[in-house]
């Protein structure tokens, strides 16, 4: 960890930050809108056209944990500096593509970028902010990057049926590009100073095999067949690969993964509760856009002004989980964000009337948000800083990763459902059993909670911020340097 931020380090890397999230989801969001129109513009099949998603995914997916431990290792900034130029570059890819595979070879660049971006970023702010300041940092930045979710559909749409989707990409270029010139002059260094300059290649390889055949999986599993031999055989493979990555890292002598951060009891629950939420999201975004055009008959322009609602507490979530982390432990945030999601997921498969149902579904946005937002937050505060990359590495892994599985079943779900009753009591019944779900997990996590507090018993905290039973936030620096997997931190 680098020294004490100057008030101009600060605010470049929050701005930095904040701009290269923004981008990421604002292209994350407005490219499902554009398949139709690449399909159409290349003569492509849409189901070729949606590789332009798979490819990104799988190539995100695969570097959140390495992009998070690069950075921690040999240095945040030059990380971020590397991340957000190659993003900026497979935008400027995208724009130009002559073809098809062009566009996603550009968006795999674009995916390795966001890899590192995303956990890098968290990781910066992190290190730049002090204690005191950097919840509210952290929520801010989230705040701003879910202003990109919201307005992602919009801008997806507008581009496609006006000037084309290629602006999308244009105008993804000159935000990144300023994200990158400001990271260059503002943003300070810092890494993991207990860590040496080297990183575990074969820790990387098996990782990345195994994430990519599981996305893979997921993402194709629906056009080829759960039951096809590729299908299987990339399930197969993610289960050895994974196994090789957890043998390795028990084995290496500077792993990847320190696995004693999964005996870090407030960071498990956090990133149980925000996956679990986050897998929510997804859910409710697929199955209510389904039914407000083919239950409800809106289009998409219609439809997406009804998403507005939700969207506009999405992207207030990041502030508010960071207000609201000033007055409750982070396990008790995310406990809430999961009773706010799970009832409303539930009370939104019941309500009809317009009058309600547009409230209730902004709760529900409310609650999800805050859920997959706020886990960013929370994992920074009980963990050392020394190693926020690697943490926050680890939990995007698990939220896009899941939230791609939770997206697969649920459309599996609703097809073997539909020949039997309408895609209404279908949609319904896939948001109760969702809301149940998170309902279920939240229990669960303040179950715990309340056990360990109730037995006086400790449990690893990390460093970071740990937040113990009772009394003020322990400060790291008057904690010490504690060792992820050691049972001497206070509880969550």
Do not use: K
């Amino acid at each position: 960890m680098g020294a004490e931020s100057s008030p101009a380090a600060r605010t470049g890397a929050f701005v930095a930050g904040a701009v290269a999230l923004f981008c990421i989801q604002l292209d994350f969001f407005a490219l499902n809108l554009a398949v139709p129109g690449i399909a159409e513009e290349f003569g492509v099949t849409a189901s070729a056209a949606q590789w332009t998603l798979s490819a990104y995914m799988l190539a995100i997916g695969c570097c959140f944990i390495v992009g998070g431990r690069v950075g921690d290792v040999f240095g945040r900034r030059g990380a971020l500096l590397a991340g957000t130029a190659l993003f900026a570059a497979g935008s400027v890819g995208c724009a130009l593509a002559p073809g098809l595979w062009a566009l996603v070879g550009a968006r795999i660049v674009q995916g390795v970028g966001a890899g590192f971006v995303f956990p890098v970023s968290v990781a910066v702010i992190t290190n730049a902010f002090p204690d005191a300041t950097r919840a509210r940092a952290l929520g801010a930045v989230f705040g701003i990057a879910n202003v990109g979710t919201a307005l992602g559909p919009f801008v997806g749409g507008g581009f496609t049926e006006g000037p084309g989707w290629r602006w999308i990409f244009w105008l993804l270029a000159p935000l990144s590009l300023l994200a990158l010139v400001v990271a260059y002059v503002y943003v300070p260094d810092s890494r993991d100073p207990t860590a040496p300059r080297q990183l575990d290649l074969t820790g990387c390889a098996t990782v990345v095999v195994a994430l990519a055949a599981l996305t893979l999986a997921v993402e194709r599993g629906s056009a080829w067949g759960w039951d096809h031999a590729r299908t299987l055989t990339l399930l197969a493979l993610f289960a050895a690969a994974g196994a090789l990555f957890v043998r390795r890292e028990q084995r290496a002598r500077h792993p990847l993964i320190d696995l004693g951060l999964f005996r870090n009891t407030p960071y498990v629950l956090v990133t149980g509760t925000g996956t679990v939420t986050n897998m929510g999201y997804a859910v409710t975004v697929f199955v209510s856009t389904l039914y407000l055009q083919q239950v409800r008959g809106l289009s998409p322009l219609e439809a997406g002004v009804v998403f507005l609602a939700p969207a506009a507490l999405v992207a207030l979530s990041g502030p508010l989980g960071a207000r609201l982390s000033g007055r409750m432990r982070p396990v008790s945030v995310m406990a809430l964000a999961g009773t706010v999601a799970g009832t409303g997921m539930i009370v939104l498969s019941v309500v009809t009337a317009w009058w309600l149902y547009v409230p209730v579904f902004a709760w529900c946005g409310l609650g999800l948000g805050l859920g997959w937002t706020f886990a960013s937050v929370a994992t920074q505060q009980v963990v050392t800083p020394e190693r926020a990359g690697e943490a926050s590495g680890v939990l995007l892994t698990f939220l896009v990763t899941l939230g791609g599985v939770a997206l697969a079943a649920a459309a599996s779900a609703i097809t073997a459902m539909v020949p039997e009753r309408s895609p209404e009591a279908a949609y319904d019944a896939i948001l109760r059993c969702g809301g149940a779900v998170i309902l279920a997990a939240s229990a669960v996590v303040l179950v715990v909670r309340h056990r360990l507090a109730g037995t006086g018993s400790t449990t690893g905290t990390g460093g970071g911020q740990p937040s113990g039973v009772g009394g003020p936030a322990e400060s790291p620096r008057s904690a010490g340097t504690r060792t992820p997997g050691r049972a001497d931190g206070p509880l969550p």
